[in-house]
């Protein structure tokens, strides 16, 4: 009988939405990879990027050994333990100097690996940090902040089911951020009952699907919205009743829609009017509606003021709560902070959003004298030099610092800047999960499971913060004893211990993530310790929405809930629906103070009203283009590939121009061309394209990483974006920055 290979379930780590794969593996190659039927959640979905996983298993660019750099600037293999006792007594010296919170934390995880960042919170317990920062403060925190104010929660859309879909500066149909993306938009575009409505100034994939198209001109699309909702308030297509029941008066709000010119913002933001008021009154008549934002409009001017908006645009229909419109799930652990946060950064005094400091102050906070400045940085999972704006200024920020470690699976343009670099295993090569979005009505979480060996020299995050705690003295042996005998007994009875434990030992309560590695973790079988912190996470869930979790099959109530959906967690590595809800709950979660929506957010209304005497964006001769910089296509994936070989299309990273523009500019398809800002300048290939606008151009994200080609000669393929980004232009609120609104200028070269 021929021999067959095992298929193994696991699930895609190049964006948000971690659609379920099944594959084959050979010699530590993926051999065959193909969408998991058997997932609840992606039902054998996939594009067209897991199958160049291999890219990422397998590439030059691999550390295997903790590395330490020398005074001349190269690096030198230290062992684990040198590595481990070197940080320790580093940071800690820090700490005993300066302060704790003088180390700041960044990262913590990507599209697909989140438990390093929830393991780390014992390292920074044990050492006293008390400020974060990740990639969701340079994208999303300005939306967290509006819907915190709102809603007191993240309600997130239903577009299996919505009779129209919005899409706000979002490209679903590359960038996905959403199960099955690519049926769900055929389908409803097919479909002459349902709508689909994109506001963006590419005729992108998606838009090209749509219905109603609004081609806004770049940065323009709070004027759009802002006539949209002025549109809803004179047709009176406001859910009054509804709102009445729900929400905090909206008079202060209505009395500043009641001023939009409709005709001018239109025109303002080169939208045919008749098209806006359309697009209104789909969304004002239809049955349900799900609206979805992305960086087209929080990394472009109004950002926050632009979230505000686009969420009216569904709470003033009464599109919360109900099948096909925006609701409030159930989560596995916590991906961001508390909404309720009213810290700020210690140097610039910024707005601290869900926990983390704005990604654009973190250069401030470090490049001054000031007292409260950051001297140390602890990087895990994230390669902020090449991901944030400015890539000069976050190169001189850290070498500027006393003491940079990087936890990274590979040599990045961040990690080249680190004293320490510590080799993580690879994300099939341990237990990893991600605490992005499961899904509503049914909630689905996966827990992968190891499919290839650790490569020799790495060790998992959960390992690596373990063993720095125990360096800092955070526990001894002797501390765990007690709990590693209850592991050993079985989950109820270490349950109870641990319960106890925690109660009565706050060295230990501090570093909980790491006792139940420690504890529980080890009793799980070998590879298996890291799984340890889910227990806790399914006890937590199971102890705040024990309904839900019985709704979705589970038995038992109390501990005994939680442990049953762990261990589904640990048999299904093909993803577990842990939480099933009516849609009535979403109006029981609202988690504002009173449960009741807030229509009024004081802060933007000046910003809404202000929309007035704002002057349309003007061109300058001297940077003539719209620059979008960073934009999703086929051939990107944040910077989760570092092989340039993985494209197959679009190898150098084209940047995107107008067929007039390229005209003017006398470029060809293909030609050469040099793109300057204020910042910065880098030279790349052209793509002649018929979607955009005269004067709008766009750039892939992710391009431009140093990697070895056929010679071992390292080279830079494609331009990194962040060379031409200043962290300056940003929403005075959240600090998020405008990098689709790079001004930029555009010369041919030979
Ligand atoms: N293939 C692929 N998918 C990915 C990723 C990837 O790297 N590659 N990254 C993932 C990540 S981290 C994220 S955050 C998401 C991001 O997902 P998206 O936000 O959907 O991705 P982008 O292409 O950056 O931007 C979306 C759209 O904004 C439009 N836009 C530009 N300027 C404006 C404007 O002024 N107004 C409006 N309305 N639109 C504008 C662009 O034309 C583009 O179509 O994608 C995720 N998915
Ligand atoms: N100009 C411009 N800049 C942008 C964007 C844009 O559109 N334009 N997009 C922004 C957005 S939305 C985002 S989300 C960011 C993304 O930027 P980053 O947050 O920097 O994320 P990634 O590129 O996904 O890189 C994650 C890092 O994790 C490492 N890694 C992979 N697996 C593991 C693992 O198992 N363990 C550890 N420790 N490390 C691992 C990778 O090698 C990589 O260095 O980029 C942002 N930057
Ligand atoms: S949609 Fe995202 S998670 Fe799904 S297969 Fe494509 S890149 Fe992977
Ligand atoms: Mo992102």
Not at 112 to 117: I, M, P
Not at 352 to 365: D, F
Not at 413 to 422: C, G, N, P, S
Not at 465 to 489: K, N, P, V, Y
Request: glycine share 10%; hydrophobic share 35%; with cysteine.
């Amino acid at each position: 009988m021929a021999h067959r290979e095992e298929w193994k379930s696991t699930a895609c780590i190049l964006c948000s939405t971690n659609c379920g794969l099944q594959v084959q593996t050979q010699d530590g190659h993926f051999t065959r990879i193909k969408g998991d039927k058997t997932n609840p959640r992606s039902r054998g979905y996939t594009c067209e990027k897991p199958a160049r996983l291999d890219h990422y298993q397998n590439h030059a660019d691999r550390i295997t050994t903790p590395l330490r750099r020398k005074p001349d600037g190269a690096f030198e293999a230290i062992g684990w333990d040198t590595a481990i006792g070197e940080i320790a007594a580093k940071l800690s010296t820090i700490r005993d100097t300066h302060g704790g919170e003088k180390i700041l934390y960044y990262g913590g995880g990507g599209q697909g690996n989140h438990l390093g960042g929830a393991y780390s919170a014992a390292t920074r317990r044990a050492l006293g940090m008390r400020y974060a920062s990740n990639a969701l403060a340079q994208e999303k925190t300005g939306e967290f902040w509006v819907e915190g104010t709102m809603f007191g929660g993240r309600p997130e859309p239903d577009f299996e089911h919505a009779a129209v879909a919005v899409f706000v500066g979002k490209n679903p149909w590359h960038s996905h951020g959403f199960e099955r993306a690519r049926p769900i938009l055929r389908d409803i575009a097919r479909d002459s009952e349902r709508h689909l409505i994109v506001l963006d100034p590419r005729r992108t994939e998606t838009a090209d699907l749509a219905d109603i198209w609004l081609q806004v001109i770049p940065g323009t699309d709070a004027f759009v919205l802002a006539a949209m909702l002025k549109i809803l308030l004179d047709e009176d297509r406001l859910d009054h009743p509804w709102l009445a029941t729900y929400a905090h008066d909206g008079a202060e709000l209505f009395a500043v829609l009641e001023q939009v010119p409709v005709a001018e913002y239109c025109a303002r933001a080169g939208v045919p009017e008749g098209d806006v008021r359309r697009a209104a009154r789909v969304i004002g008549c239809a049955e349900s509606v799900s609206v979805l934002e992305d960086l087209g409009v929080e990394m472009a001017p109004h950002s926050t003021l632009n979230s505000y908006l686009e969420k009216l645009l569904y709470v003033l229909t009464g599109n919360l709560g109900g099948q096909g419109a925006m609701n409030f799930g159930t989560h596995m652990g916590k991906l961001i902070g508390s909404h309720r946060n009213n810290r700020t950064s210690p140097v610039g005094g910024h707005r601290i959003i869900t926990g983390l400091i704005p990604c654009n102050a973190i250069p401030e906070e470090i490049l001054t004298n000031h007292p409260d400045r950051f001297r140390a940085i602890f990087i895990e999972s994230g390669n902020p030099v090449h991901s944030l704006a400015d890539s000069p200024r976050m190169r001189e920020a850290l070498d500027s610092l006393e003491c940079v470690v990087v936890i990274d699976v590979a040599m990045t343009e961040t990690a080249r800047h680190a004293h320490y670099i510590l080799p993580a295993a690879s994300q099939y090569e341990k237990v990893e999960t991600t605490f992005f979005g499961g899904g509503f009505p049914r909630h689905t979480f996966l827990m992968r499971q190891p499919i290839f060996p650790m490569a020799e020299g790495t060790l998992t995050e959960p390992e690596i913060h373990s063993r720095l705690c125990r360096a800092l003295g955070a526990f001894t042996d002797a501390d765990l004893a007690e709990l590693r005998q209850a592991a050993e007994e079985g989950l109820e009875e270490f349950g109870v211990t641990f319960q106890k434990a925690m109660g009565s030992n706050p060295k230990l309560a501090a570093i909980l993530p790491v006792v139940l590695y420690e504890t529980l973790g080890r009793s799980l079988g070998d590879g298996l310790e890291p799984a340890a912190l889910l227990w806790g996470a399914s006890q937590t869930l199971a102890a705040g929405e024990p309904a839900s979790v019985q709704r979705a099959g589970f038995e038992g109530e109390g501990p005994e809930l939680g442990n049953a959906v762990f261990r589904a967690l640990l048999d299904h590595p093909n993803g577990v629906v842990i939480t099933s809800d009516p849609y009535e709950i979403t109006m029981e979660r609202i988690g504002t103070d009173d449960r009741k929506i807030r229509l009024v957010i004081p802060e933007l209304i000046q910003e809404l009203a202000d929309l007035v005497d704002e002057e349309p964006p003007k061109a300058t001769d001297e940077y003539p283009f719209i620059l979008a910089a960073g934009e999703r296509r086929t051939s990107t994936a944040n910077t989760i590939f570092r092989n340039p070989g993985w494209r197959r299309k679009d190898v150098d990273g084209a940047l995107r121009m107008s067929p007039g523009d390229a005209e003017r500019l006398g470029v060809e398809d293909g030609g050469r061309v040099r793109i300057t800002t204020k910042r910065g300048s880098a030279e790349t290939v052209v793509e002649v394209s018929d979607t955009l606008r005269d004067g709008h151009i766009t750039l892939p994200n992710g391009h431009g990483l140093e990697y070895p080609d056929e010679e071992g000669n390292r080279r830079v393929v494609g331009a990194p974006p962040n060379e031409l980004t200043s962290g300056e232009d940003r929403d005075w609120l959240a600090l998020t920055p405008w990098h689709k609104h790079v001004r930029a200028r555009v010369e041919t070269v030979a």
